[in-house]
């Protein structure tokens, strides 16, 4: 997939509330998706898979199948991505302003 497909299909996935609640439940610990549809009661479980595709397609989550379970996984990579593409350079500067701050403190 090109790499604005790509970030588009991020953007997209991070657009909806629910997702990234699950992305927030999978941050603790995995889950699977029975888990994931027991914290979504007001949702049936076809929409609560409908929302783990966009994830999963998105790459914002790795699955693995166990049997009959499907365990999900968050998978942090493509959040750092766009972090390190738009936010990244400013956290840097952030940090040497910082450093400068704590030699002049340190020199007077």
């Not at 991020?10 to 888990?35: C, H, N, P, V, W």
């Not at 007001?42 to 783990?52: I, N, P, S, Y």
């Not at 049997?67 to 390190?84: A, F, Q, S, T, V």
Request: glycine share 4%; charged share 35%.
């Amino acid at each position: 997939m090109p790499r604005e497909e790509k970030y588009d299909s991020i953007f997209k996935a991070l657009g909806d509330s629910r997702r990234r609640e699950i992305l927030d439940l999978l941050k603790q610990r995995a889950r699977t998706t029975g888990e994931l549809c027991e914290q979504f009661r007001q949702l049936d479980r076809c929409t609560v898979m409908q929302h783990v595709s966009v994830l999963e397609r998105a790459d914002l989550i790795v699955v693995k199948r166990e049997g009959r379970l499907r365990w999900n996984y968050l998978n942090p990579l493509p959040i750092k991505e766009l972090h390190d593409r738009w936010i990244g350079s400013y956290a840097d500067g952030a940090v040497d302003l910082l450093a400068r701050m704590k030699r002049e403190i340190e020199d007077s």
